[in-house]
């Protein structure tokens, strides 16, 4: 299935109080009714000039019981295999560095950076593979963001800033898996339109 994208206009200063947005209350994932949330925060960046301005929009997803239980054990499972992968090779890496050094101590913060950063690398890979996997044997793995990126089950947000300092130009970028959703999502947003 593929993702709907809808798009609109956002003019708040994004101060985390009330944004204009409305999710229709239903389960955004099967439209079930919703009595359940899980909150995402999108954020976006750019640099004009010397100045660096950050804008950031905090959005209540509603979902049923299942689908909300569901997108939890899909992040906590992406983030295990992360920490998992990144703590299997940094120990290793550490002691192995560790023990073959001249002088250890002297050298302590290099090899700690070399292993973390292993580790990193390693917990990365792995996490890919996950996905990957997942992806071809479990639908709501599909519709979830790949990796750690914004987003939850069934949506991805993403702001689009303006050029220069306007923020009257900023957008707000969703995806949703579900056409239904997103339908009711533009009659429920007057601004919103999904683009052609």
Known sequence: MAWVRVRMPVMQAFTGAETGVVFPNHCLYCTEAADASTPVTVSASKSVGRRKYTQTLKLTIPYCRKHQGLDKRIRHLKS??????LVLTAV???VLMFQSSSNPWG???TILFEAFLGGVVVGVLLL???N?????FFQPWRDCPFGLRYGS??????LDMGPGKRRDMTHLVLKFSNPD?????VQANP????PR
Do not use: H, R, S, T
Not at 181 to 185: E, I, T, V
Not at 191 to 194: I, P
């Open 80 to 85: 295990g295999v992360l920490v998992l992968g």
């Open 92 to 94: 290793p890496i550490f």
């Open 128 to 130: 890919c593979l996950l």
């Open 107 to 109: 050298k302590i913060l």
């Open 191 to 194: 601004g919103a339109l999904k």
């Open 132 to 136: 990957l996997i997942a992806m071809i």
């Open 181 to 185: 959703y997103a339908d009711a999502f």
């Open 153 to 158: 089950l069934g949506f991805i947000p993403a």
